[in-house]
């Protein structure tokens, strides 16, 4: 099975979830895509495929969470998501503080 290949440096993780969340609300954009990754240690993670600037720091960030399995993982992405939102404010949010991750890279 792929959990049990081992290699020195390597590290595997399988995609094992790609969610589209639809907005309704007035954010400048109208989907968010979170993928949920399983590390050989079932062990769950996801990330979304937008990126906000944090205006304390400057920095482009994307939302994430982890959990024991793909629907923990994705409550807690959502979560960090609107946490995101609330922090910065969506009356200050713009196309301009909005970085969409490279299709390749996610």
């Known amino acids: 099975m792929w959990r049990e290949i081992n290699i020195e440096n390597i590290k595997i993780e399988k995609v094992v979830g790609e969610f589209f969340l639809w907005m309704p609300i007035n954010y400048p954009f ?3 895509k979170i993928k949920i990754y399983e590390n050989s ?5 996801g990330t979304t495929d937008i990126a906000l600037k944090r205006k304390s720091t400057g920095e482009f960030e994307q939302a994430s969470g982890y959990g024991g399995n793909v629907e923990e993982a ?10 995101m939102i609330k922090e ?4 200050n949010i713009n196309q301009k503080d909005i970085r969409y991750v490279k ?3 996610f």
């Open 30 to 32: 109208f989907k968010l």
């Open 41 to 45: 240690k079932c062990k769950f993670r």
């Open 74 to 83: 994705l409550i807690n992405v959502i979560k960090d998501f609107d946490q």
């Open 88 to 91: 910065e404010g969506i009356e």
């Open 103 to 105: 299709w390749i890279n």
